[in-house]
C-alpha cells in the first residue's frame, strides 16, 4: 500500500511540531511547504535526522513549490502570523486572508481530494476562506479549534479536582474567539457530571465560572506569556488527532469548526461543533439539547463568526 502524504503549509513552530509528531507517529512522509527560501528544507533536514534516535521513518522534505504537495491525503494549513500580546485573533483577518488566497489556490490545483485542517486565525473565517478559495467539497475542509479549547478545558478542570486528565470528558462549542461556549453541563470526570462532582469536592459555581473563563482566554493567556508568538504543542496535537480519525476511518467525534447546513440553526457558517470525522471527512454533526442559556451564549458566538466573515466578504470581492 502507497505510504499516505501529509502535507503542511506553513513552517513555523506549529507546522515544525505538526512534522515532528507526524513523522513521529509514522502517519505518512511529509511534506512542510513555507514561502521563506531555506526555512522549510532546513526544518525537514533537521527532523529527519531525529529518525534514526527515535526509531521513525517518515522521508521529511522541506519545500517553496506547490508542486511538491501533489496528491497529498491531508493537508495542514498553519500558514500566516500569529497575533502578538495585546491584539484579538480577529486582528489577523486582513493578513491572513491573503495567504489563505494563496493557499487555496495551492490546493485547488495540487492536491483537491485532500482532508484539509485549517489552523490559521482568526480560526472560523480563515477556513471559510480557505474552503472558498480551494473549491473543495464541505466536508473535506474543516478547522481546528475545538479539540484544542476542550483539551484547555479537560486541563483546568483536572487541575481543580485534583483527577487525571484521562478521566475528564470536556467539550466546547462555538467560535474560536473569546465567546466559545464551554458547555460544562457535557462535561463529566469518569461519567460523574462536572456539577456533581463540584458538589461532592466542595467547588463553588464561582469558581467554575472562572475556569470557563480561562478556557475562553485560553489562547491569549498563552500569546500573553510567550510574548512574540501563539501555542504551538497543543494546536499542532490537536490536528494531528484529526488527521489521524480521517487517515484510520476511526467515526471520531470531535469538537472542531465544521460546516453547517442548519444544525444549531446555522446555515453556510463553519462553527465549532461535535463532528464525526472519518474516511468521508466531516462524516456527520451531531447536535446536542442546550439549555437557553447555552443557546443564547451559542448564538452570541455565531453572531461574532458572522460578523467576521461579513468583513472577509468586504476584503475580498472573489468571496462576496
Ligand atoms: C490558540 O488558541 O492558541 C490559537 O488560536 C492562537 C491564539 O492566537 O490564541
Known amino acids: 500500500m502507497a505510504r499516505k502524504k501529509i502535507a503542511l503549509i506553513g513552517a513555523g513552530m506549529i507546522g515544525g511540531t505538526l512534522a515532528h509528531l507526524a513523522a513521529k507517529k509514522e502517519m505518512g512522509d511529509v511534506v512542510l511547504f513555507d514561502i521563506a527560501e531555506g526555512m522549510p528544507q532546513g526544518k525537514a533536514l533537521d527532523l529527519s535526522q531525529c529518525g534514526p534516535i527515535e526509531g521513525f521513518d517518515a522521508k521529511i522534505t522541506g519545500t517553496n513549490d506547490y508542486a511538491d504537495i501533489a496528491g497529498a491525503d ?3 494549513v498553519t ?3 500569529p497575533r502578538k500580546p495585546g491584539m484579538s485573533r480577529d486582528d489577523l483577518l486582513g493578513i491572513n486572508l491573503k495567504v489563505m488566497k494563496a493557499v487555496g489556490e495551492g490546493i485547488k490545483n495540487n492536491c483537491p481530494d485532500a482532508f484539509v485542517i485549517c489552523i490559521t486565525n482568526p480560526l472560523d473565517a480563515m477556513v471559510w476562506a480557505l474552503r472558498e478559495f480551494s473549491g473543495l467539497p464541505h466536508n473535506k475542509v474543516v478547522g481546528m479549534a475545538g479539540v484544542l479549547d476542550s483539551a484547555r478545558f479537560a ?3 483536572a487541575w481543580e479536582f485534583d483527577t487525571s486528565v484521562k478521566d475528564v470528558n470536556a467539550f466546547v462549542l462555538g467560535g474560536h474567539g473569546d465567546t466559545m461556549v464551554p458547555v460544562l453541563s457535557y462535561s463529566t470526570i469518569n461519567g460523574i457530571p462536572v456539577a ?14 472562572e475556569i470557563v473563563d480561562r478556557t475562553r482566554k485560553g489562547g491569549g493567556e498563552i500569546v500573553g506569556l510567550l510574548g512574540n508568538g501563539s501555542a504551538y504543542y497543543a494546536p499542532a496535537t490537536s490536528a494531528i488527532s484529526m488527521a489521524e480519525a480521517y487517515l484510520g476511518d476511526q467515526k471520531r467525534i470531535l469538537p472542531c469548526a465544521a460546516h453547517l447546513t442548519g444544525e444549531y440553526g446555522v446555515d453556510g457558517l463553519y462553527v465549532g461543533v461535535p463532528a464525526v470525522i ?16 447555552e443557546k443564547n451564549n451559542l448564538q452570541v458566538s455565531i453572531d461574532a463568526v458572522k460578523e467576521l466573515l461579513e468583513a472577509c466578504k468586504g476584503l475580498d470581492s472573489s468571496l462576496a
Open 79 to 81: 500558514a500566516g502570523v
Open 196 to 209: 456533581d462532582m463540584a458538589k461532592i469536592k466542595g467547588v463553588s459555581e464561582s469558581r467554575l465560572d
Open 155 to 157: 486541563t483546568f478542570l
Open 278 to 293: 472519518g474516511a468521508d471527512g466531516i462524516e456527520g454533526v451531531v447536535e446536542i439539547e442546550l439549555s437557553d442559556e
Open 74 to 76: 491531508v493537508v495542514i
